[in-house]
């Protein structure tokens, strides 16, 4: 790291740190983890210089750790993203971040005639998979299948 | 070895394979040469309707019947605990599953019946539509009528003409009939109501093929079977509809040239997109297959509920 990205981005103790987000995707990644309604200490990078993405965002948390439910959708919408779990300012574990082949109860259906909207007894569930380089996802229940900007716009 | 439908809930078409299809196509054809008064004696069947459906239901308790087996039930929410008092589904599948040995339903909403499958215990679901999303045993009964006239399910040339967009039917069938082999497909409908991709993409993962047509006519003399639904008017505005209506009716003139194995297969309600004049031609097979659905759904009932028949 140069010492210019050093004076950018501040340092954590202990926490996670989400590196290589798209540009524009960091907002979401905060909302889908709910982190927009946290106390603990965040810090976002939006629009940072990337080689391999031109720009990213960057965001710590402080305090918080992510296990390997989290990072799993966390690739539905930063399939390249990486994330660094943080002990005493040095990185001890890299989570890989692959696509889950189910998510459970974290998207409402986009169908809105789908029984999950009405019954509080089941969560959403929609398997995963990628058709043509798109990530898509099918709805257990309505058996409709969404792309997953349309999920994750949502989040 | 218990056949491959016993105590499987029948949710969707997809999820079926050939060789169960074939099953229930073959056990439909016994049970209509010979019919099997005792496959259901003693069984209690739910046929539970959230959403009104006069045919699929009356055609159910029908098969039920037939088979010797005893029917409960409502044919609408309306006086329901889930239409007046606000049970929820799976509260609703959970008590009335508990008293039942199948659970036939129709509900208004996509994935009900699948959510029912997950709260009947042990006691199998069967789908009679859930909202715009799958009604198989429109599928199985169209195979078993397919079947019966055609006398195979592979190397058939199959029209589907009117409201391919929004017609759950077309799509199902259309996937039921890429698990065979070699069956080529013509589509026919107004622009707006096109196939979805979706069906396209599956015909062509499945290796066959496919064209897209505006009139009926032009495809005529290549049919085995010509599967017609209705254009809802309601789609369209009034001068739209006047324009495109003419050519996505069947009339005894447009039949011209068929060969004479063609049948015509239609899932009813018809309002004016058959005009009365096919009824009588040979071509015509749309009454027998409505029949058909007993017969369909008797030998799913039957296999379901019975380890041999």
Redesign the interface.
Known sequence: MTKDNHLKVEAIKNGTVIDHIPANVGFKVLKLFKLDDTAERVTIGLNLPSSALGKKDLIKIENVLFDEQRAKRLALLAPNATVNKIENYQVVAKLPVVLPENIKGVFGCA?T????H?????ESHFGVFVKDGDIQLK???????FSREVMTEQA | MPNPLYKKHIL?IPELSREELELVVETAGQIKAEPRPTLLQHKVIASCFFEASTRTRLSFETSIQRLGGRVIGFPDAGNTSAGKKGE????SVRVISSYVDAFVMR??????A??AS??SGRVPVINGG?????HPTQTLLDLFTIYETQGRLDNLHIAMVGDLKYGRTVHSLTQALTKFKNNRFYFIAPDVLAMPD?ILDQVKEAGMEYSIHSTMEEVMSELDILYMTRVQKERFDESEYAHIKSAFILSGQTLEGAKDNLKVLHPLPRVDEITVDVDSTPYAYYFEQAENGVYARQALLALVLNEEI
């Open positions: 169908n005639n789908c029984i999950t009405v019954e509080p007894a089941v709805c257990k229940y309505c058996e409709k299948v | 969707s929820t589904l799976a509260d509900h208004p909403r996509e994935g009900a699948r959510l997950e709260f859930d909202g715009a999303n799958q979706y």
